[in-house]
């Protein structure tokens, strides 16, 4: 089991920035990526965006390409998720989530979620 702790949520308004950030925890040996998630109200869940544990690959949703980059640092036990040119349909509940293989931590299976941290863009 890995414990994620998520943070860096918050209000902005449209255009503004918000970096999240998770820290990874516990059984993390066989973890092969990290990535996010989010969860709007009367909307289904969808991948935000992945990372490999070497960062050798990364996924990032058509919908957040170019205005969303996931980083990680070098202990590979933190996850970043610099969001950027914020958008009203940003909105959401993001979850970070890690897992053994690396598809899945965009696919909407992942292995491990944190608690989640909100963000809310308004106009």
């Known amino acids: 089991q890995v414990q994620l702790v998520e943070s860096g949520g918050g209000s902005v308004e449209a255009g503004g920035s918000l970096r999240l950030s998770c820290v990874a925890s516990?059984?993390?040996?066989?973890?092969?990526?990290m990535g996010w998630f989010r969860q709007a109200p009367g909307k289904e869940r969808e991948a935000v965006a992945a990372i490999s544990s070497g960062a050798l690959l990364a996924y990032h949703a058509d919908s957040v390409k170019g205005r969303f980059v996931i980083s990680q640092d070098r202990t590979k036990k933190t996850v970043y998720l610099q969001m950027n040119t914020l958008k009203p349909e940003d909105t959401a509940m993001y979850y970070c989530?890690?897992?053994?293989?690396?598809?899945?931590?965009?696919?909407?299976?992942?292995?491990?979620w944190g608690q989640g941290t909100q963000v809310t863009v308004s106009s």
């Open positions: 516990g059984d993390i040996y066989n973890t092969a990526c």
């Open positions: 989530v890690a897992s053994r293989l690396w598809p899945d931590c965009y696919t909407g299976q992942p292995d491990d």
